[in-house]
Every structure is written in structure tokens, then in C-alpha cells.
T-cell receptor
């Protein structure tokens, strides 16, 4: 079974530029998560989808971050415009069940973003 | 609300020595608790999980953790460290009514030869 795929693995941009990350979850997984992991910290949930609907985006900085999962499968996370403090690893995870019950999350390798 | 505190951002042990990584949690409902390992440039891999069954949980790679409700702790142990155990370890808590997890800030384990 293929794992969670993310691309690109690395991205370097200048502040005020835009960037997009892509995630393809494990086939059949209903719930998808985007986490931000700043160096020296644990992952922080940005947004959680169940199929193509948003379950929780309370920690997403909506003035600059957006995410979508239009067909309930793969997802994109966008930052526009980027700030220096957005430098982090962006992790995508997926789980099989619905968002209101516990299901094991499977993580992708992450995208390391550096904002100069 | 839920939170996790990992005591000690860096732990160093000698190969063959006991590994003890500390985790304390706070949760308003009975929690699910997890330990993940992260190797450089890789995603998180689940080591073990507590989901209200046995309080002593055994995971992969010889790790285990004990859920102690009275101490609100879920410390990770391994009797004998290997060089390959060098990595970053994250403790996480999940509300049983929701899938999302809250992570601690991690503990970097160094294993000395």
C-alpha cells in the first residue's frame, strides 16, 4: 500500500512570494490533515478535512493560508504572501475513518519551506 | 482542551542503556495517547498508542509506554538503546471524540557508542 505522498520535498522562496504544496493521501482515507512543524517544535494542526469538507481550520492563518480538497482525494495548501515566520516543515497526514472518531494518522515525508 | 508537555528537549544515553522519555498530558476527557518517532527528513512514524485498553502498551522497535492516570503521564521506555534509536520523539494526545492530535515539542534522543 502506497503511503502519503507530498511534493515538493523542498522549497525556497523570498518573502511576499506565493507557494503551494500538494498532498496525495492513502487511497480510501476520508480524513486529511495539514500540520505546520516549526524547527524545535511539534507539529501544529492547520486544517482538517473530511472528504472535501473542512472540519477544523481554527489554527489556519486565513489572511495568507488557504487549502482545498476539491474532490475529496488530494489536497493543496497555499501561502500567499509568505512571511519569514512561515519557514517550517509542512506535514500532510491521512486517516481512514471519519473526523469525529479516533483513527490512526499516517504521515507523509513533509515539505520543507524556507522563506528568505 | 488538551495539551502535552515533554520534559527534556534533549536526552543522551549510551548504547545499551535504558531509554526514558517523559510525557505528561492534560485532557478534559479520557485521552488517546501516542508516541511517534521522526528520523531526519522523514515524516512521523507511530511507535505505539494507548486507546483505553491495557495501561502498559508495547510498540515497535522494543519501545513501551505506561499510561498512569493519577500522574497524567505516558512515559516512553526501552530497556536497551541502539544506535538506530537516535531520532526525535513526539508525544501526542487525541480527544476520543475527534481525530486530530495535539503534539508535544519533541525530545531528541542521542545514543552514544
Amino acid at each position: 500500500e502506497a503511503g502519503v505522498a507530498q511534493s515538493p520535498r523542498y522549497k525556497i522562496i523570498e518573502k511576499r512570494q506565493s507557494v503551494a504544496f500538494w498532498c496525495n493521501p492513502i487511497s480510501g482515507h476520508a480524513t486529511l490533515y495539514w500540520y505546520q512543524q516549526i524547527l524545535g517544535q511539534g507539529p501544529k494542526l492547520l486544517i482538517q478535512f473530511q472528504n472535501n469538507g473542512v472540519v477544523d481550520d481554527s489554527q489556519l492563518p486565513k489572511d495568507r493560508f488557504s487549502a482545498e480538497r476539491l474532490k475529496g482525494v488530494d489536497s493543496t495548501l497555499k501561502i500567499q504572501p509568505a512571511k519569514l515566520e512561515d519557514s517550517a516543515v509542512y506535514l500532510c497526514a491521512s486517516s481512514q475513518g471519519l473526523a469525529d472518531t479516533y483513527n490512526e494518522q499516517f504521515f507523509g515525508p513533509g515539505t520543507r519551506l524556507t522563506v528568505l | 482542551a488538551q495539551s502535552v508537555t515533554q520534559l527534556g528537549s534533549h536526552v543522551s544515553v549510551s548504547e545499551g542503556a535504558l531509554v526514558l522519555l517523559r510525557c505528561n498530558y492534560s485532557s478534559s476527557v479520557p485521552p488517546y495517547l501516542f508516541w511517534y518517532v521522526q528520523y531526519p527528513n522523514q515524516g512521523l512514524q507511530l511507535l505505539l498508542k494507548y486507546t483505553s485498553a491495557a495501561t502498559l502498551v508495547k510498540g515497535i522497535n522494543g519501545f513501551e509506554a505506561e499510561f498512569k492516570k493519577s500522574e497524567t503521564s505516558f512515559h516512553l521506555t526501552k530497556p536497551s538503546a541502539h544506535m538506530r534509536d537516535a531520532a526525535e520523539y513526539f508525544c501526542a494526545v487525541s480527544n476520543t471524540n475527534a481525530g486530530k492530535s495535539t503534539f508535544g515539542d519533541g525530545t531528541t534522543l542521542t545514543v552514544k557508542p
